[in-house]
Structures are given as structure tokens and as C-alpha cells.
Nanobody, 120 residues
Framework: QVRVVESGGGSVQPGESLRLSCVAS????????VSWSRQFPSGARDSVAA???????NYAESVKGRFTISRDSAKNTVYLQMNNLRPEDTALYLC??????????????WGQGTQVTVSS
């Protein structure tokens, strides 16, 4: 069983920054693609950013140039640095960690999310 825990959310003003963390823990697994998505107060959901085990990244158009995803493979941790936050970034940010175990198919593991609120 792999556990995924997000942290780093909070309430900030427009233009400020936050850094989210996503930590995967458990036994005998390798971390594959890790992605961040977000769920808006309306219930709608979209993808934010993703990073492969090799470090390749991709971003939603709405966050390009403002958000940066990175990973520390030794710590099984992925970060989402969010700069110049806007009110429309307000959402519950969720991390999905794809894990690989010997002899088993890859599995998606979701965390509970961390809330980001941007308002003046």
C-alpha cells in the first residue's frame, strides 16, 4: 500500500506564492509519473502539471510560466511551486502518484488534497 500526502496549501493574496508538496510513502515501490490536478469550488476539475520519473514536465496553459513542478526522487517527493497566484487558482489541489512494483501493474495513488485559496 502506498500512501500519498499533500501539504503546503493555505490562504494567500493575489500575486503571492505557495509551494505544495506531495510525498509518497510505503514499501518496495518505484515512483513513476506524478501529477497535480485541482478541483474548483464549482466541482469542476482540471490537470495542472505532471512530471515523469526522468524529469520531463508538462503544464496546463493556464499555469505555464507561473507554476513549476519538480521532484526529489530520493525522498519520493514532488513539489509544485506556484508563483503569482490568482483568485482563479483557488481550488483543492490533488496529487496522483503512479507507482510501480515488481510483478504488478502500475497503480495510481491519490492523496486527499490540500486547499489553496487566493483572495484579497
Amino acid at each position: 500500500q502506498v500512501r500519498v500526502v499533500e501539504s503546503g496549501g493555505g490562504s494567500v493574496q493575489p500575486g503571492e506564492s505557495l509551494r505544495l508538496s506531495c510525498v509518497a510513502s510505503g514499501n518496495n515501490f518505484r515512483l513513476g509519473v506524478v501529477s497535480w490536478s485541482r478541483q474548483f469550488p464549482s466541482g469542476a476539475r482540471d490537470s495542472v502539471a505532471a512530471i515523469t520519473s526522468g524529469g520531463a514536465t508538462n503544464y496546463a496553459e493556464s499555469v505555464k510560466g507561473r507554476f513549476t513542478i519538480s521532484r526529489d526522487s530520493a525522498k519520493n517527493t514532488v513539489y509544485l511551486q506556484m508563483n503569482n497566484l490568482r483568485p482563479e487558482d483557488t481550488a483543492l489541489y490533488l496529487c496522483n502518484a503512479n507507482t510501480i512494483r515488481l510483478g504488478r501493474p502500475p497503480k495510481d495513488n491519490w492523496g486527499q488534497g490540500t486547499q489553496v485559496t487566493v483572495s484579497s
